[in-house]
């Protein structure tokens, strides 16, 4: 079987301890530029490598020293449900069948196998899984009027939506001048970005001055345009902050078309804020911490953003969601999860 050299091509890493079938698997993937297959050679460093984001398939052998195959497949599953894992055994038997399929393998080839059957199965699966990604990957797009609003307000949803493996965008609508230096905020934002894998973009406007009309639907609207989103994140119409209030009103307008619309807590809200939704950060609020953190300039004089305040904060909201820590949001329409 000849395939087409994919554009860019695959990435695949390939977990097998036979020096053999090692070589030879990689020759068939990278004949043609059609894979770029990174290599090891028993399940730890195995796992490890799976670990790093942006794999398009994993072949990983059962029998290995270390981790063995399945429990590795269980992992990767665990980790990133759209991510293919072929499973390769010499054993025929049907416990290691079942067993493989137990644990969510989407392929699995008996040695020894054939370049059309490897070639075959690597073609459907990744395109299979591309699909499927394209198909459920939530997109995101939180909005904040100054650096450090989104992280405070919704930065534990945006880590959850990380693990998750959906797509995130930030768009700051000022470079919140008025509360430091532009440039070092600039600076720590896109820091924060970076740790919560998200893409930052900037709305240009003047920190206080920020307007609830056209110009902000419009530079929101664009953004929506380019990202698509599936979910929004904004602010509240119930703060005590001008251009807080006016990130709402404009996003209201602008996010019209996106099915599922949120309004995050600040620490300027008032008490007429009412949250319908209760976000399970338990296990991302140390990620949430560290993208704050990140804000050194703000952290240093706001009381607000010390550590047991957010954690202290989250504790309170997840009262209300069996006792687990939690980020509170005001649902202004929801289509899914």
Same mark, same amino acid.
């Given at each position: ?5 994919? %554009? ?8 097998? #301890? %036979? ?11 990278? !004949? ?42 269980? &992992? ?19 416990? =290691? ?8 393998? #989407? ?8 370049? #059309? ?5 690597? %073609?459907?699966?990744?395109? #299979? &899984? ?5 198909? !459920?990957?939530? +997109? ?57 894998? *998200?893409?930052? +973009? ?19 609207? %664009? ?26 009103? *404009?996003?209201?307008? *602008? ?27 338990? &296990?991302? @609020? ?23 305040? @957010?954690? &202290?904060?989250?504790? =309170? ?9 939690? !980020?509170?949001? !005001? ?7």
């Amino acid at each position: 079987m000849v395939l087409p050299a994919a %554009s860019p091509s695959l990435k695949v890493l390939l977990i097998e #301890d %036979s020096p053999e079938y090692a070589l030879l698997i990689r020759r068939w993937l990278e !004949e043609g530029g059609y894979a770029a297959v990174t290599h090891a050679a028993d399940g730890d460093e195995g796992a490890r490598q799976a670990q790093v984001p942006g794999w398009d398939l994993i072949i990983t052998d059962v029998e290995l020293p270390g981790i063995n195959g399945l429990e590795l497949l269980a &992992a990767v599953k665990a980790g990133d449900r759209w991510t293919p894992v072929i499973v390769i055994t010499g054993n025929k038997s049907f416990e =290691y069948a079942q067993r493989a399929l137990q644990r969510r393998a #989407d392929g699995l080839l008996f040695k020894p196998f054939s370049k #059309d059957e490897l070639l075959t199965t690597v %073609s459907q699966l990744a395109a #299979d &899984a591309a699909a499927r990604r394209r198909r !459920e990957r939530k +997109r995101v797009l939180a909005i904040g009027a100054h650096p450090d609003d989104v992280e405070i307000g919704c930065g534990g949803a945006l880590a959850k939506h990380q693990a998750q493996g959906d797509a995130i965008m930030i768009l700051t609508l000022s470079e919140g001048m008025s509360g430091g230096d532009p440039a070092t905020r600039a600076r720590e934002a896109a820091q924060a970005a970076s740790l919560l894998g *998200a893409t930052l +973009r900037w709305g240009g406007m003047h920190d206080t001055e920020i307007p609830e009309g056209a110009r902000t639907i419009g530079a929101i609207e %664009s953004v929506i345009r380019d990202w698509t989103p599936t979910h929004v994140y904004t602010h509240s119409e119930h703060d005590s902050h001008q251009d807080h209030r006016n990130a709402h009103h *404009a996003t209201i307008v *602008a996010a019209r078309g996106v099915p599922n619309l949120y309004c995050y807590q600040a620490p300027s809200s008032m008490v007429d804020f009412q949250p319908h939704l209760f976000i399970d950060i338990s &296990a991302h @609020i140390d990620a949430k911490i560290e993208a704050i953190g990140a804000y050194a300039s703000q952290v240093a004089q706001r009381d607000y953003l010390k550590d047991d305040l @957010i954690r &202290a904060t989250a504790r =309170y909201w997840g009262r209300f969601a069996g006792y687990v820590l939690a !980020e509170p949001m !005001e649902v202004v329409r929801q289509r899914e999860s």
